[in-house]
């Protein structure tokens, strides 16, 4: 499958992806700190405006696996071109919406365009490059995808108070365009062969991802009539059991649990998930806190955020010679202590903490947050051969995308149960925003755990 000679075009592969995973990651966070601004305009409580997040972050996590079918049957190119339409598309309708219904309506239609952008277009470089320049090149194209949840806080506040919300859906239009026009010209057009889809599979995995993302937004919105939450609970614990006897029962299932066999994969997956359990709600948390909490203006609050995408390009030349150096057991089981250390110390801001603490902390949340997620993406695709790395490649991808949305709805879940305990001790709003703050860092502390399971020689040919 892989290119010895690739074309002068399809040198330029992993721009696309580059900027395929800047689109996606940007619209997965732009919203941050525009969520009050959206608030006022629909009669919405700020903090119960998640959803708005979720349903994008969780339709990103159900259509992943039918974006690998998709490509290999008819092609990346093709498949990727079709992707970034729709996620334009989407992005209209979004500026386009009137309420909270259209809103997360046009969030489903953009996100099932951006399933398939980043999943299809790193297919094509697992395709297009041996496995000891992945290291290399995926240290290259997840910068973007690391300045998005970084640069989408600032460019949604300072978009929400000079213009309106609008804009932050409006200004991808012209990416999307341009992503066309360059996929068009570099893209390659892999294939690979597919057996018949599985729909049945696909039912049973998608459902019981929606009812257990239910059961979290139930629960941080206030409704906790546990009646209604123990059986969305059983339901999704059904679905999933059906779909492993389904799974067992198939030749070509929507999602290869055989996958699970390749030790490093299994690692880096879980570790990836239950990490991002912890650090995916910060994004969320931070600015919520800032406005709300602290009363800053949507601008200040994103622009907060913004010393750390500067040292996420900064430490990008280094990781290889960490990776290297330390070896990848080494490396992500010390930097998910560091950035459980760093949580736990941004719950003790206040609104008259000095600006360069705030600094300080967003540099060291910067840098160690790109090392964390380019080890834990490579050390997942480390052992996968060509004919598992359509199957891996979703499964690294669906995980990723899981761990967001559930990471934004355990953060809202904590938010509101700490919110409640205190108003019931007369405590105040920062207070709840501490504890959860303590409560993620504890969590991510306790991620780093799975990581003790890799070999000291993990990895090495990724590196190499």
Request: overall charge positive; charged content about 10%; hydrophobic content about 50%.
């Amino acid at each position: 499958m892989i290119k010895e000679n690739p074309t002068v075009y399809e040198r330029f592969l992993p721009l696309v992806t580059a900027i395929a995973m800047f689109m996606q990651s940007l619209d997965g966070t732009i919203l941050n700190t525009s969520l009050p601004s959206i608030a006022k305009t629909m009669n919405y409580s700020p903090l119960e405006m998640q959803s708005v997040i979720v349903s994008y972050t969780l339709t990103l996590a159900l259509f992943i696996p039918l974006s690998g079918w998709l490509s290999d049957k008819f092609g990346t190119k093709r498949m990727f071109i079709l992707a970034v339409f729709i996620f334009t598309l989407g992005s209209l309708f979004c500026a386009l919406s009137v309420d909270l219904l259209t809103l997360n309506l046009s969030r489903i239609l953009q996100a099932i365009g951006g399933s398939m952008m980043v999943p299809i277009a790193r297919l094509a470089i697992l395709y297009q490059y041996p496995r000891n320049q992945l290291l290399k090149i995926m240290n290259y194209i997840t910068i973007p995808g690391l300045l998005g949840p970084v640069i989408g806080p600032s460019l949604g506040g300072f978009l929400s108070d000079n213009f309106s919300w609008h804009w932050i859906f409006l200004v991808n239009l012209p990416v999307g365009i341009i992503g066309m026009f360059m996929a068009w010209k570099i893209m390659p057009n892999y294939k690979n062969t597919v057996g018949k889809f599985d729909v049945l599979g696909l039912v049973y995995f998608s459902l019981a991802l929606v009812f257990i993302t239910l059961v979290m937004e139930l629960g941080s919105v206030g409704i906790n009539h546990w009646t209604i939450l123990l059986g969305l609970t059983f339901l999704s614990g059904l679905l999933f059991a059906l779909y492993y006897r389904h799974f067992k029962r198939t030749s070509n299932p929507i999602i290869n649990l055989n996958l699970f066999k390749i030790r490093t994969l299994r690692i880096g997956l879980i570790g990836s998930l239950i990490t991002r359990f912890g650090i995916s709600g910060l994004p969320f948390l931070l600015p919520l806190m800032m406005q709300v909490g602290f009363g800053f203006s949507a601008s200040k609050a994103g622009m907060m955020l913004l010393p750390s995408a500067l040292t996420t390009i900064a430490i990008k030349p280094w990781i290889v010679r960490i990776v290297r150096h330390f070896g990848y057991r080494n490396v992500l089981i010390s930097n998910t202590l560091f950035l459980a250390v760093i949580i736990f110390v941004f719950s003790f801001m206040e609104k008259e903490t000095p600006l360069m603490y705030y600094i300080l902390l967003m540099i060291a949340y910067g840098a160690f947050t790109s090392i964390q997620m380019t080890a834990m993406n490579t050390i997942s695709l480390a052992d996968l051969s060509d004919d598992d790395a359509s199957g891996g490649n979703s499964l690294l991808a669906i995980m990723q995308q899981l761990s967001v949305s559930f990471g934004i709805s355990i953060a809202a879940l904590v938010l509101s149960f700490y919110k409640d305990w205190l108003d019931f001790y007369h405590g105040d709003l920062v207070s709840a925003f501490h504890l959860t703050l303590i409560t993620l860092a504890v969590l991510t502390a306790l991620s780093s755990l799975t990581f003790t399971k890799l070999k000291k020689g993990d990895g090495e040919k990724m590196s190499n």
